[in-house]
C-alpha cells in the first residue's frame, strides 16, 4: 500500500511536469488504474491488523469512507479549482499521498505489535 500511494504521488508529480503535452495526458490514462493496486492491498490487510470479531464493523466503516470519499472529494477539488491553480490542487493530491504512505507505515507497526492477552497468538506456529 505504501508503494501504491508513492507511486500515486510520483505520477500526480509526473502530470503537474507534463500537463501542457500529449505525455500529460497519456500518463493521465495510466493514473485512472492507480486503484487496482491499493484496493486489493488495503482489503487484505484489514485481518492483519484487527480482532477477527471486528472485521464486520472494520469493512462496513472502510467501504463507507470510500462511498462519502468518493462523494465529498469532486465536492472540495471544485472549490478548491475555482480558488487555486490546478498545479497547486495536485501538489495537495501528491502531498496527501505521501502523508498517507507515513501513516500507513505507522499502521503497519501497530498492527505488528504482539498482543500480551491473545492465546491464539501466543501459541501459534505463525
Not at 495526458?25 to 493496486?37: D, E, N
Request: hydrophobic share 50%; with cysteine.
Amino acid at each position: 500500500m505504501v508503494i501504491s500511494d508513492l507511486y500515486r504521488a510520483g505520477i500526480i508529480l509526473i502530470v503537474i511536469l507534463f500537463s501542457q503535452s500529449i505525455a500529460g495526458l497519456l500518463i493521465l490514462v495510466f493514473l485512472g488504474g492507480r486503484w487496482i493496486f491499493f484496493e486489493p492491498a488495503r482489503t487484505s490487510s484489514l485481518p492483519k491488523i484487527l480482532d477477527k470479531k471486528r472485521m464486520p464493523e472494520a469493512i462496513g466503516l472502510s467501504q463507507s469512507t470510500m462511498q462519502a470519499m468518493m462523494l465529498v472529494g469532486p465536492a472540495i477539488c471544485g472549490i478548491l479549482l475555482s480558488v487555486l491553480h490546478y498545479h497547486v490542487i495536485f501538489l495537495i493530491t501528491a502531498g496527501c499521498y505521501v502523508l498517507s504512505a507515513c501513516f500507513i507505515t505507522q499502521l503497519k507497526l501497530i498492527g505488528n505489535s504482539p498482543r500480551e492477552n491473545d492465546v491464539e497468538n501466543r501459541f501459534s506456529l505463525n
